[in-house]
């Protein structure tokens, strides 16, 4: 539960990091360049949440094998 936690603050962390970012740029740079540097902060951004999805659901399995092995016994 802890480790879940972590990852949550991590990615609140990210995720504000990349709106200032986003706005610093926003500011001071060209449209083209803006649009290409939301493009691939998206695209982090989603890999970021697949990559805590599948390590959650890897975590939930285990949990939940090991709630049937101790109602077997």
Do not use: E, F, N, P
């Amino acid at each position: 539960m802890i480790k879940i936690v972590v990852v949550v603050v991590v990615v609140v962390v990210v995720v504000v990091v990349v709106v200032v970012v986003v706005v610093v740029v926003v500011v001071t740079t060209t449209t083209t360049t803006i649009i290409i540097i939301i493009i691939i902060i998206i695209i982090i951004i989603i890999i970021i949440i697949i990559i805590i999805i599948t390590k959650i659901r890897k975590k939930a399995k285990r949990d939940t094998s090991r709630g049937w092995q101790k109602k077997l016994k």
